[in-house]
Structure formats: structure tokens, C-alpha cells
């Protein structure tokens, strides 16, 4: 009963964190396709940059499982709970251009990336606090 158990409990940050990983995947995809298209986006923002940015956050985010899966949980939580904040700053949006300046696409991309990156956040502080 206990190892059932200890599975569930196993089964939820890489579940939340697979979540998150695709949904910011699927938000840099369309801000690199549709950046210009995005209002007031930085001019030395590129298409390239955008998926630099999205590999690097990526990286973090995978360092920080292989740690706490390692059992530096510490470190790993650290850097996972610093890639899952990388999702939230995608409501910067909002803050170059009004809500309504931005499509359904747009606001979906974004809205899947902050929920998903707050479902980690939660995820991974309950984690931290079982322990």
C-alpha cells in the first residue's frame, strides 16, 4: 500500500512539469512565428532569439529535475521553481500593450504558459513540503 502510494505522489511534479514544458514549447513557437505580429515586442527581439531563449529556460528546467530526482532537492527545487517562474513572466506581454491589442491565439499561448508554470509552482512546493 505504501509504494502505490509513494508512486502517486512521484506521478505529479513530472507530470506537472511535462505540462508546463509543453506549453511553453507551444507559446515560444508562436511568439517566434508570430513576433512580429505581437504588439510592442522589443525590435532586437528575433525568431532565433525567442527559441535561444526557450532552450535555455529548457535546460534549467531539466538541471533542476535531474537534481531533484538526484536528491538535491535544494538545488533542484530552485531551479525548477526558477524555470516555472520563467512562465510567468509571459504576462510581460500585458504590460507592453493592452489586453486588447493581442489575438485569441496570443491569449491562450499566454494563458496556458501561466497557468501551467503556476500548477508546477504548486506542484513542486508541495513536493518540497513532503519531504
Do not use: K
Not at 528546467?61 to 535531474?66: E, I, S, T, V
Not at 512562465?87 to 486588447?100: C, E, I, Q, R
Amino acid at each position: 500500500m505504501n509504494r502505490i502510494r509513494g508512486q502517486g505522489r512521484n506521478f505529479w511534479l513530472p507530470a506537472a512539469l511535462l505540462t508546463y514544458a509543453a506549453a511553453l514549447l507551444i507559446h515560444h513557437v508562436h511568439n517566434a512565428q508570430f513576433l512580429y505580429e505581437y504588439p510592442n515586442m522589443p525590435a532586437w527581439l528575433s525568431p532565433s532569439g525567442v527559441y535561444l531563449a526557450w532552450t535555455l529556460a529548457s535546460a534549467v528546467g531539466l538541471a533542476g529535475y535531474w537534481c531533484f530526482r538526484r536528491g538535491l532537492r535544494l538545488l533542484g527545487g530552485a531551479a525548477l521553481g526558477l524555470y516555472a517562474a520563467y512562465g510567468l513572466d509571459s504576462l510581460v506581454h500585458y504590460a507592453l500593450a493592452p489586453f486588447s491589442a493581442h489575438s485569441p491565439a496570443m491569449h491562450l499561448t499566454i494563458g496556458l504558459e501561466v497557468i501551467t508554470a503556476l500548477a508546477l509552482l504548486a506542484t513542486l512546493a508541495l513536493s518540497l513540503a513532503r519531504r
